[in-house]
Nanobody, 116 residues
Framework: QVQLAESGGGLVQPGGSLKLSCAAS????????MAWYRQAPGKQREFVAS???????NYALNVKGRFTISRDNAKNTVWLQMSSLKPEDTALYLC??????????WGRGTQVTVSS
């Protein structure tokens, strides 16, 4: 059984920074791609950033240049470094991991609120 634990969310002023983390715990699994999504109240869940097992990254257009995704395979952890935060970045940020043999799994999310 695998459990995903997201952390690092909180309240930050516009222009500030936060670093989110998502750690997979358990045994008997291998992680391939990892990604971050976000969902604001009344809106659909949207893609934020992803990283492959080989370290190739992809970003949504509205976060590219401000957010950085990274991973540590030995720790089964993915991070999302967020800088120059805007009020429109406010959302529940959810971790997604492509696991073997289980398949894709979602975390429960960590709340990010950007407000003055």
């Amino acid at each position: 059984q695998v459990q995903l634990a997201e952390s690092g969310g909180g309240l930050v002023q516009p222009g500030g920074s936060l670093k989110l983390s998502c750690a997979a715990s358990g045994s008997g699994f291998t992680i391939y791609a990892m990604a971050w999504y976000r969902q604001a109240p009344g809106k659909q869940r949207e893609f934020v950033a992803s990283i492959t097992g080989g370290g190739n990254t992809n970003y949504a257009l509205n976060v590219k240049g401000r957010f950085t995704i990274s991973r540590d395979n030995a720790k089964n952890t993915v991070w999302l470094q967020m800088s120059s935060l805007k009020p429109e970045d406010t959302a529940l940020y959810l971790c997604w991991v492509d696991l073997a043999p289980q398949g894709g799994n979602w975390g429960r999310g960590t709340q990010v609120t950007v407000s003055s």
